[in-house]
């Protein structure tokens, strides 16, 4: 695994807010019996967000949604706004109830069996506080809901695991970004979860910083945790764990959701010409998420047509010798 050694750059978060949850209906069935159940189980699950006031119809942000997510598994979300990812996120949390379907987390209809912990792009906590103090914070509060689990007293061992050592007197305000998602990720270890959700923390990283933030991620599930994931586009971070050596055990896998359900991720699939470098520069600046596959290139479609993704070859003046749509793997 990379060794998320200091700095690096920027995360913003969306704080999830749970509400409107939907009242529990019939009694839940025994979950089917297996050997390891996975660390959340989601099985045909809905939901319908109504508006309080009665101003507008009801919105199906979830329709159908079958998803498992085992231990030491990284899974991307991704999807475009309004997809309902952060939706996803609120049920896997236990915030809010689907309003059909069923969810388990390890095997258990309640979430508390795995202590999922949801994850900032920066702690919440005052800036004028001192990292140290964050922690002892946080760490306070995780004794005050779990009275038979005493909070350390000293943090120097965390501090070096995810890369701060002797910032534990700096204050929160002065971190640069990537030092402060190291103390949204000290502040979930300290939680110990099972389960760990996080919306859009990675959506103003550089890529010159992303290697330490999947670093970090995955050392929370080497540690056990299931860690969801929500993203615009996944693509970065899985191309990033892809050419990262590490021991995640369940490794790193997308998904992709439009307009409330999973869907099957398409690719163009491109045998291109030569081309020269001024041409190519400007054909990966249009389409930045291509990969090459043995001989080809494969871009996700992501909404667009293939003739978009092939007028955008004409544009940078790259020619295409032949081109098939593919589904992608997991």
């Keep these: 695994m990379i060794d998320p050694a200091r700095p690096l750059a920027t995360p913003l978060a969306t704080p999830i807010a749970a509400s409107l949850a939907a009242p529990r209906s ?24 109504s508006d309080p006031f009665g101003e507008r119809s009801p919105i199906d942000a979830l329709d159908g949604v079958d998803l498992a997510v085992g231990a030491g598994e990284i899974v991307c979300v991704e999807g475009p706004a309004g997809a309902g990812k952060s939706t996803l996120l609120m049920i896997a ?4 109830t689907p309003t059909r379907g069923e969810v ?14 949801r994850m900032r792009g920066r702690p919440w906590e005052y800036g ?21 689990w005493a909070a350390p007293s000293r943090f120097v061992p965390l ?24 103390v949204v990720v000290a502040q979930a270890r300290l939680s110990r ?37 929500a993203l615009r586009d996944a693509a970065p971070v899985v191309a990033t764990a892809n050419a990262t050596t590490t021991g ?24 291109v010409a030569p081309a020269t470098p001024a041409q190519w520069r400007r054909l990966v600046a249009t389409l930045p998420s291509m990969r ?39």
Excluded: K, M, N
Aim: proline share 10%; aromatic share 4%.
């Design 159 to 182: 501090l070096r695991r995810v890369g701060l050592r002797g910032l534990a007197r700096e204050r929160l305000g002065a971190l640069t970004p990537i030092d402060a998602f190291r």
């Design 104 to 117: 388990w987390w390890d095997g258990e209809p309640q979430a508390d069996a795995v202590r999922p912990h």
């Design 128 to 148: 004028a506080l001192t990292v140290r103090e964050a922690l002892r914070h946080h760490a306070e509060q995780v004794a005050r809901r779990e009275p038979g």
């Design 93 to 96: 949390a236990g915030d809010v």
């Design 26 to 49: 019939a009694p839940r069935q025994a979950p089917p019996s297996g050997p390891i159940p996975p660390r959340l189980r989601c099985a045909g699950i809905g939901r319908r967000w």
């Design 248 to 271: 995640t055990p369940g490794g790193v896998r997308r998904v992709r959701f439009e307009a409330g359900r999973l869907v099957t991720p398409r690719l163009l699939e491109l045998d």
């Design 292 to 330: 090459r596959a043995g001989r080809r290139w494969r871009i996700p479609l992501d909404g667009r047509t293939p003739e978009q993704v092939l007028a955008r070859c004409r544009e940078a003046g790259v020619g295409v010798r032949g081109s098939q749509v593919v589904e992608r793997p997991g």
């Design 193 to 229: 979860p099972g389960l760990v959700v996080a919306d859009d923390v990675l959506a103003a990283l550089p890529l010159a910083d992303l290697p330490v933030a999947v670093a970090l991620l995955q050392g929370l599930a080497d540690g056990g945790a299931a860690v969801l994931l």
